[in-house]
Structures are given as C-alpha cells and as structure tokens.
T-cell receptor, first 116, second 117 residues
C-alpha cells in the first residue's frame, strides 16, 4: 500500500523567511510519480511539480525548490523568501503508474501561514 | 489547456434529498476521472475511479449505492449523492486524466462544496 506522510501540520513564518515542507513516502512500486499541490483558501488545487521516480535531480522554479532523495524516500519542498500569498495548504502526493488509471495518494497536508 | 470544470460550485440541500455534481473536461478527452472528498482541515480522500463506459471502482468504505457515479462520455462524469445527510457535507473534487496510454497527469476541478441541512 502507498502512503505519504507530511509530519508538519502547520508552519508559521514571517514574510521573507524560508520554509521547508517535509514529505516522506512509502511504496512498493519501482516506478512512480511524486507531486506537490498548493490549495489556497479558495479550495482549488494548484499543481506545482511532478517528479518521476527515475529523476532525482533537484529542481528550482523561481522561489520554489524541491529536493528528491530516493534513498530516504523523501521529496521536500522549500519556499525561499516567503510571501503572504504563499499562505495555503500544501499537499505532497504519490501516484502509481498504471495504464488503467493512476491513483493519487495524498499526504495529510501542511498549512503554511506567512505573516507580514 | 487541460481545464476541468465542476458544477455547481456550491450547493445546499435538505437532508434526504439527492444532489448531482458534474465534472467536465473542457478541452480534452478524459478516459478516467477521479472523485475525491475533503472534510474541513483534512486531506483529499479518493472515493472512486470512473472509466468512460464502464462501472466505477469504489475505494474501500465508500458506499456505491449512496455515491452514484456515471461516466457516460469522454468529457463528463457525474457524482450523485443520494439521500444526503449532514455527515455528507464536504468539499468534493474531481480530477480527469487525459486519454492516452502514456498520459499520467491528473487535472483537478475547482471543487464543489456540499452542505446538507
């Protein structure tokens, strides 16, 4: 069975601070995808990144960066120089890869509150 | 591209009535659609997977007779909550997977907030 654990339920920071969100996953599959989504107060999920299990390269996109370490089954997400607009719930998710339909397993989410 | 809509965005219904939620892929064909439920301050839980033209596959613990799913076309899936009760009040989110063997991306709808009084 697949499992995604986000140990931090809530993080509060002051604007311009960096914040790192932890994500640890469990799967028996050798091929899978990992995702991060942002859910602002409006509720709509915003896709941030998808990472293939074969690609362990770290990625940077603007103020966002991701650290994928297969050896520790972790896919951590860092927001650099946080802004108030970053306040949201962030979900890490794991997807099996099957032609019939790829189920997403979500972590519990981490609520980030950025104070001005 | 890859837009998924849901209708309605909010619905309030009385206990015992049924409510239908539509999920549409607007600019692509979706062979598979997923329905999730999210209670306040909780994560998304997969309820069921629907494939166009076949019966939906429900996750363990989800009552198939209560949550009727129909995926009659490549662009539309519906979730009907039958005989709704206050405990069914939740945020329902659908996602759609584009047709194609190597398509793994799921595109999410904006969600439907259901309140049962």
């Amino acid at each position: 069975a697949q499992k995604v654990t986000q140990a931090q339920t809530e993080i509060s920071v002051v604007e311009k601070e960096d914040v790192t969100l932890d994500c640890v996953y469990e799967t028996r599959d050798t091929t899978y995808y990992l995702f991060w989504y942002k859910q602002p107060p409006s509720g709509e999920l915003v896709f941030l990144i998808r990472r293939n299990s074969f690609d362990e390269q770290n990625e940077i996109s603007g103020r966002y960066s991701w650290n994928f370490q297969k050896s520790t089954s972790s896919f951590n997400f860092t927001i650099t120089a946080s802004q108030v607009v970053d306040s949201a719930v962030y979900f890490c998710a794991l997807s099996e890869i099957k032609a019939a339909g790829n189920k997403l397993t979500f972590g519990g989410g981490t609520r980030v509150l950025v104070k001005p | 591209g890859a837009v998924v809509s849901q209708h309605p965005s909010r619905v309030i219904c009385k206990s015992g009535t049924s409510v239908k939620i539509e999920c549409r892929s607007l600019d692509f064909q979706a062979t598979t659609m997923f329905w999730y439920r999210q209670f306040p301050k909780q994560s998304l839980m997969l309820m069921a997977t629907s494939n166009e033209g076949s019966k939906a596959t429900y996750e363990q613990g989800v009552e198939k007779d209560k949550f009727l799913i129909n995926h009659a076309s490549l662009t539309l899936s519906t979730l009907t909550v039958t005989s709704a009760h206050p405990e069914d009040s939740s945020f329902y989110i659908c996602s759609a997977r584009e047709a194609g063997l190597y398509s793994y991306e799921q595109y999410f709808g904006p969600g439907t907030r259901l309140t049962v009084t």
